[in-house]
């Protein structure tokens, strides 16, 4: 039986190698039938090339740090605007944790929609709600995060943020990545993007703005989400529930 030839050189099997330590995520199999078109060394020019693969090593990162001077860098005023494009090594949950405390700044309900996170986000929010930045934290996570952490994560994301009533976790089909609240000085903030939590090793954007429009648009929205696709079943509150027995037992 014929050898199986291998499709990659030294160094981009080394890469492919390395890139399995990487705990956030795993390299599919890669399936390249009829590759006859591909160079079977360096020097044999064509238009097409593998990917290049890198390996990005976690001790070179500097995390809260980088997500500390961007939110420094910012002016919390009304109509204000920042697009950025951030490193692998930048950890969104940790700039929400340093744009509230950098700022002072309080919410009394925050709502956040993420695909995936880690647990060193479940702690920073949880520092958030115990120091009183955060009141109430809606948080809506995918079915593809429920599915692989139902064992894992999710136990502790609900020992950790379900305090005191204040703390709703919703999962649905999602691939949003946002962050939206209303400061107790009254400025609508919205971040969004395609940075999850969790740091991906992928360079990412997001955008983060003072706008009331959008902030009352994203209000609606996941609002019908969480209400549909709440998974902690909370006590209902005086005058909700007039409404809801209202709406029952008479016609308007």
């Not at 499709?7 to 590759?35: R, S, V, W, Y």
């Not at 950890?91 to 929609?113: L, V």
């Not at 930045?133 to 020992?159: A, C, D, K, Q, T």
């Not at 609002?223 to 007039?242: F, V």
């Amino acid at each position: 039986m014929a050898k199986e030839q291998n499709l990659f050189n030294d160094e981009q099997q080394d890469a492919i190698d390395i890139l399995g330590d990487i705990g956030n995520f795993d390299i599919p199999d890669i399936d390249m039938p009829n590759l006859d078109f591909l160079p079977s060394d360096e020097t044999e020019e064509t238009r097409y090339t593998l990917p290049h693969l890198v390996h990005y090593n976690e001790e070179e990162f500097v995390l809260y740090d980088n997500a500390v001077k961007l939110a420094k860098e910012l002016r919390v005023t009304e109509g204000m605007r920042a697009d950025a494009f951030i490193a692998g090594s930048f950890i969104f949950g940790d700039f929400i944790e340093a744009f509230m405390t950098t700022h002072n700044c309080g919410t009394p309900k925050m709502t956040i929609s993420t695909l995936s996170m880690s647990e060193e986000n479940v702690d920073s929010l949880r520092t958030l709600m115990e120091k009183g930045y955060v009141g109430e934290l809606n948080l809506i996570i995918s079915v593809y995060f429920w599915g692989h952490e139902r064992h894992g994560m999710l136990p502790y994301i609900y020992e950790q943020l379900d305090i005191d009533n204040r703390f709703q976790l919703a999962v649905a089909g999602m691939h949003t990545k946002t962050v939206h609240f209303t400061t107790h000085g009254g400025k609508k903030i919205v971040m969004h993007g395609s940075a999850n939590l969790r740091s991906s090793g992928s360079i990412e954007q997001f955008t983060i703005e003072e706008n009331p429009k959008l902030h009352d648009f994203y209000e609606e929205q996941f609002t019908k989400i969480i209400d549909k696709y709440a998974t902690i079943k909370k006590p209902i509150r005086n005058s909700k529930a007039w409404d809801i027995f209202t709406k029952k037992y008479f016609k308007d």
